[in-house]
């Protein structure tokens, strides 16, 4: 495909200010999984979202991500009321300085079924009750899938992209897909932006973006507001 159609469009600008979102990563191939994580932080701050509003959950490998997803997702969109107070959110899941192998304790949401989900550990979870039902307005899915001499390859980008669509339709909360399938290592490092002699560009920040203006449309869309925008 011609390089002149095939870009990388500037993001339009959204308030990240009143979002909370998720990251979840797998941790096989760290180095690049790291630079994407960052710069999806980085465009997610950018965008005003705030550092206690941006929680970060490690899985083992990008087979793992679409089920930490759909945990982190878990409220269908038309149960949810925006009009919660700040002070319900803050502090539920305290992150001093986002970084990818971070941790973070406590609930992490309500399932349909109302059973609270109790995750990570339990520094948390004496925060505040409300916090349970503070929902994520999108969740990103970073994985990076580099093939190798076996199927294996073929087998989990297939089921995890799908799965990935099925989590955010199922959820109707936005799910970024970031995970890179790879040919080989240099084509990752590449489109980390930490590719060599040419650094390449980080598809982790265009996740970052995806995830804020995704969050952001939703919100208007369930509130009604379809009008005209580009
Ligand atoms: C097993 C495996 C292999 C061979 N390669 C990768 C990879 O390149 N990227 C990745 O994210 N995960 C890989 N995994 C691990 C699987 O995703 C998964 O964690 C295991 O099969 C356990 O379910």
Redesign the pocket.
Same mark, same amino acid.
């Given at each position: 495909m011609s390089e002149a159609i095939k870009n990388h469009p500037a993001p339009k600008e959204f308030d990240g200010s009143s979002l909370r979102i998720a990251i979840v990563h =797998?941790?096989?191939?760290k180095s690049v999984i790291d630079a994407l994580v960052a710069g999806a932080v980085r465009k997610i701050k950018e965008a005003k979202v705030q550092e206690h509003n941006i929680v970060i959950q490690s899985?083992?490998? =990008?087979?793992?991500?679409p089920l930490a997803c759909q945990r982190y997702a878990p409220i269908p969109f038309s149960s949810r009321n925006y009009s919660y107070p700040h002070s319900m959110i803050a502090g539920s899941h305290v992150q001093a300085g986002a970084t990818a192998t971070d941790l973070l304790g406590g609930p992490i949401g309500t399932p349909r079924s109302g059973t609270p989900i109790h995750g990570l550990g339990s520094a948390s979870i004496m925060s505040s009750a409300n916090t349970q039902k503070r929902p994520f307005d999108a969740v990103i899915a970073i994985?990076?899938? +580099?093939?190798?001499a076996?199927m294996?390859?073929e087998y +989990?980008s297939e089921s995890?992209s799908q799965a990935l669509m099925r989590v955010q339709l199922d959820t109707s909360v936005p799910v970024i897909f970031g995970?890179l399938t790879a040919l080989n290592e240099e084509q990752a490092l590449y489109r980390a932006g930490i590719g060599s002699p040419d650094k390449g560009h980080n598809h982790g920040e265009d996740w970052g973006s995806a995830a804020v203006e995704m969050a952001s449309r939703v919100r208007k869309w369930s509130e009604g507001n379809f009008l005209n925008e580009s």
């Open positions: =797998s941790r096989w191939n899985v083992p490998g =990008s087979f793992e991500l994985g990076v899938l +580099i093939k190798g076996t294996h390859f +989990i995890v995970v």
